[in-house]
């Protein structure tokens, strides 16, 4: 029942950024959690961050924190990914989870990839 859009993927340098975007439909709830995983070729898919929207409270992968930020569009059912300092190891395909009590959603996946 619950459509996400993902949108910022893209191909760029090793110290580049990338800001991705995840527009759910729905409204906004106190029960809500949105953010994102990745999946590398050959790996499994790993957790990179997630904000709740009850206090906008935000857990990152070790991996990540301090260069990826994750914030929530107030009013709607929006996270944005803004990815900074990129990696050649943060290449992989990113997808938006919506979850909501014990429900989740997924997005389809914007490719990141970070080469030079």
């Known amino acids: 029942q619950v459509q996400l859009v993902e949108s910022g993927g893209g191909l760029v340098q090793p110290g580049d950024s990338l800001r991705l975007s995840c527009e759910a439909s729905?409204?906004?709830?106190?029960?809500?959690?949105m953010g994102w995983f990745r999946q590398a070729p050959g790996k499994e898919r790993e957790f990179v961050a997630t904000i709740k929207f009850a206090g906008s409270r935000t857990v990152y992968a070790d991996s990540v924190r301090g260069r990826f930020t994750l914030s929530r569009d107030y009013g709607k059912t929006t996270v944005f990914l803004q990815m900074n300092s990129l990696k050649v190891e943060d290449t992989a395909v990113y997808y938006c989870?919506?979850?909501?009590?014990?429900?989740?959603?997924w997005g389809q996946g914007t490719q990141v990839t970070v080469s030079s």
């Open positions: 989870l919506h979850r909501k009590y014990e429900y989740d959603y």
């Open positions: 729905g409204r906004t709830s106190r029960n809500l959690i």
